[in-house]
């Protein structure tokens, strides 16, 4: 499970409008027929159109200044083990949205005339996508960029001696490119995978627009809190205040799992992102005592994340794999900042 949450930005300033926005999440209807579109839908609403997400959303933002987000994006992917436990897609996934949203409301520290938050003083609409493309920040881009670099120059050095601005061996030059072809470590379906290129199998997975403005337009709720859980004085009154991240990232999978009967790896968990921020040694021992059929699925699911680490590791090569667990901490620990989760 992979989660993000992110004020939406245009340029330096946040977005005054979610029209942008919503005509994004628009591309995958665009030439289906009515009845295979996918919708927009809320808690209690199906096929919602794309103008009155905007109406509202755009109309929701009372006393909210100018540098303040209207509204958070969040993107809900759930890995490729996790969507195997679904039986439909597009209606389980709505259903877990719907269950994952009183998640998040319950992840306030806020009240609303003495009652806590609850999932109806949200306002929010979601959209399920089921395709992917590679992006730059991808690693299998990264990891194919030196070969991309070089194919590149040597189709300019070819268009070069075409044009009659250089001499060479256009035939050698071919046989170059496809040799680098070959070698890109990321391969799918006999191409180098390149920026662009849809992801194969199912990519299916969920984004959310939510409010920074409860439903009735007059509460600022922020999951940007720097606040985890804290009352400030106000008025002279006590006012509590923050939204609890990790919570709301625990309960996500928990809904999950409880809903769909799924037996999550220790690979998978929040808990074990945080251990290997906090504590690389323990992570890699948690690792390493799991049962082997275990410890053998959780080095595969963290392989397919990106980190080179062979599906089975001897005890005796542990701190060579500690060492390799440590290089890759750091960007774990942005992730974590940045409120996303997942391998």
Known sequence: MYITITPQKLGTNYSQSSADFVGY????????????????????????SSEEVVKEIDGNT????KKEPKFYSITVSPSKYELRKLQNNSQDLKTYTRELMKNYAASFNREIKGRPIAVDDIKYYAKIEHQRT??????????????????????????????????????????????LERQAPHQQNGKRIV?????????????????????????????????????IEMHGKKVKRGFDRDK??????KTFDKTFGYKRNYAETYKAKKTFVKN????????????????ELAFKI???????????????????????????RRGTEVAIKSSSIGI
């Open 302 to 328: 963290i392989s397919k994340s990106g980190l080179p680490i062979v599906p089975s590791i001897p005890a005796s090569q542990a701190q060579i794999a500690l060492r390799v667990f440590k290089r890759l």
């Open 134 to 179: 590679f992006k730059g920040t991808d690693f299998q881009i990264k990891e194919n960029q030196p070969f991309a670099t070089k194919i590149l120059q040597l189709k300019t050095d070819i268009r070069n001696i075409q044009e009659g601005r250089a001499e060479g061996n256009i035939g050698k030059l071919q046989r170059e490119i496809a040799k």
């Open 25 to 48: 999440l628009e591309k995958e209807n665009q030439g289906l027929e009515q009845q295979e579109m996918e919708h927009f839908f809320n808690q209690y609403g199906d096929e919602i």
């Open 248 to 253: 709301f990232f625990e309960k996500a999978e």
């Open 280 to 295: 690389p040694n323990l992570y890699f021992a948690a690792l390493m005592k799991l049962p082997a059929n275990e410890k």
């Open 195 to 231: 920026q662009g290129m849809p992801k194969e199998g199912n990519q299916s997975h969920i984004h959310i627009i939510v409010s920074r403005k409860d439903a009735s337009n007059s509460i600022s709720l922020s999951p940007g809190s720097k606040h985890k859980a804290s009352e």
């Open 62 to 65: 009372a006393k909210l200044k």
